[in-house]
Every structure is written in C-alpha cells, then in structure tokens.
C-alpha cells in the first residue's frame, strides 16, 4: 500500500475472527514498530504481546474483574470529561460506536455490553500491553513517545492487513495484569492494543469516524 492508503485504512476496529497472526508476521510488525522516535531515544515502552491461551486467560480474568468494578484502580487515571469541542468530538464518537453496535442511549443494559466489548478484546486473539517504568518524571513526554510508538505499530499493522484498536480501557485493571504477566510494581500499565484479522460481519467495524477540516486545529505561517 501507498502510504496515505495505509493512514486511511487504519481504524479502531472493534471485532476480531479467531485466526491468529504468525510467529513471524508477529515479529516483523513489533520489530517494525521499534523504529518509533522518543525523546533522547530512550524507547521507554516495555510491551507484552499475549496470544493464544495467554490471551484467553488474561480476556476470562479481565470480564471477570470488570462485571463488578466499574472504574478500576488504573496507574495513569483518566476521567474522560471534556468540554467545547473535545466534548462534541467525545460524544459524536461514542455515539457512533452505539450506533453501529445496536447500542441506544436509553439502554443501560445494551450500553454496559459496548463497555464490557473492551475487556472481552473485542474477540481478538491477541493483546498487546505496553507498559513504562515509574523512573520518568515527565509523563507528558513519555506519554508522547508511547504514542508514537503504538500509532507506528498501528500503522505497520494496518500496514500487514492487521486490525487493531488501542484501549484505554484495559489499563484500569494494572495490578491483575501484572499478576498474571509476572511484572513488578514499578512497570505501569499505560494501554493495551487488540489486534487481530478483522470481523467483516461484525457491524462495529463499519465505524468510520470524522476529522475537523484542517483550519480548525493547524496554522500555517510563513
Ligand atoms: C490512547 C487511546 C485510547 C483509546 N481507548 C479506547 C478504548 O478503551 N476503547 C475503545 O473502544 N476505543 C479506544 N480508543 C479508540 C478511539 O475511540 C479512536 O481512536 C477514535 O474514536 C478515532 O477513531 P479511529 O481510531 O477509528 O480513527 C482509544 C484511542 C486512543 C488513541
């Protein structure tokens, strides 16, 4: 694929057939994706990539963690309250995603469901967690290379035909994973990534989300 072809085609996909990605395919995109810039290259993501029984173990521990605490006790806390335009961006998202899932605003039952999709990984069969350790004291500079990071290894994933969706979600639960991946107190846990062969059937997937027209979030000067 050209380049912008390989842009476009990544979305956030939500839905996953079974079918895993090889060994080596696995290592040429994660490889791929080290390639990524940080701030004095200092690479400071430490990612574990889980498939097969891993994945299935971690996805049973997760719902079951999530069907009673609601919120979590994430390393990074996040309350996702905006306001203005990040607001209308927010929930212009949302409710597309409802939209496309079957989801309505009035049916807590159905809206729990689309919440609960992010722990059961959408179905994927593989997850990744990227992780970084609690030695740097600019989080805003570290949380900069991690996302150029994952976008690179989205990138080269959509790159290979591979779908993914990064989730916020599924750092709210850092201890459970750090206890089923055997990873001390000091890694904290900053997102996770589904990934996997992309379920044409599954309607979620045909979620297209909108950008803002350039003038709106870029100036040029001369
Ligand atoms: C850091 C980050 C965290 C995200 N967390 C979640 C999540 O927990 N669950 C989810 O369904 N989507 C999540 N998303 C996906 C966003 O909703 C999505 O990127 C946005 O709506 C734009 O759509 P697109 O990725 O299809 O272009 C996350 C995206 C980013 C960059």
Same mark, same amino acid.
């Given at each position: 694929?050209?380049? $912008?072809?390989?842009?476009?085609?990544? =979305?956030?996909?939500?839905?996953?057939?079974?079918?895993?990605?090889?060994?080596?395919?696995?290592?040429? *995109?994660?490889?791929?994706?080290?390639?990524?810039?940080?701030?004095?290259?200092?690479? !400071?993501? /430490?990612? =574990?990539?889980?498939?097969?029984?891993?994945?299935? #173990?971690?996805?049973?521990?997760?719902?079951? #963690?999530?069907?009673?605490?609601?919120?979590? +006790?994430?390393?990074? !806390?996040?309350?996702?309250?905006? $306001?203005?335009?990040?607001?209308?961006?927010? *929930?212009?998202?949302?409710?597309?995603?409802?939209? =496309? &899932?079957?989801?309505?605003?009035?049916?807590? %039952?159905?809206?729990?469901?689309?919440?609960?999709?992010?722990?059961?990984?959408?179905?994927?069969? /593989?997850?990744?967690?990227?992780?970084?350790?609690?030695?740097?004291?600019?989080?805003?500079?570290?949380?900069?290379?991690?996302?150029?990071?994952? &976008?690179?290894?989205?990138?080269?994933?959509?790159?290979?035909?591979?779908?993914?969706? !990064?989730?916020?979600?599924?750092?709210?639960?850092? @201890?459970?994973?750090?206890?089923?991946?055997? *990873? %001390?107190? =000091?890694?904290?846990?900053?997102?996770?990534?589904?990934?996997?062969?992309? @379920? %044409?059937?599954?309607?979620?997937? +045909?979620? #297209?989300?909108?950008?803002?027209?350039?003038?709106?979030?870029?100036?040029?000067? *001369?």
């Amino acid at each position: 694929m050209e380049f $912008s072809e390989v842009v476009r085609a990544r =979305h956030s996909f939500r839905g996953f057939t079974p079918k895993p990605v090889d060994e080596n395919t696995l290592k040429e *995109i994660f490889e791929l994706a080290s390639w990524a810039p940080s701030n004095c290259n200092v690479q !400071p993501w /430490h990612v =574990h990539v889980l498939s097969g029984e891993a994945c299935n #173990r971690m996805r049973k521990k997760m719902m079951a #963690r999530a069907a009673t605490d609601t919120s979590g +006790n994430p390393d990074f !806390p996040w309350q996702g309250k905006f $306001s203005g335009d990040y607001k209308e961006r927010q *929930i212009c998202s949302a409710l597309g995603l409802w939209e =496309h &899932q079957g989801v309505t605003r009035d049916n807590p %039952e159905k809206r729990a469901w689309s919440w609960m999709r992010n722990f059961e990984f959408f179905d994927a069969p /593989h997850i990744a967690f990227i992780f970084v350790t609690d030695e740097f004291p600019e989080l805003v500079r570290l949380a900069g290379d991690v996302g150029m990071y994952s &976008q690179t290894l989205m990138l080269a994933m959509a790159n290979a035909g591979i779908g993914s969706c !990064p989730q916020t979600s599924v750092s709210c639960f850092p @201890d459970l994973v750090r206890e089923e991946l055997g *990873i %001390e107190g =000091h890694y904290k846990l900053m997102m996770g990534l589904s990934f996997g062969f992309i @379920d %044409e059937a599954d309607p979620a997937n +045909n979620l #297209r989300t909108e950008r803002d027209p350039l003038e709106k979030t870029t100036s040029f000067h *001369i």
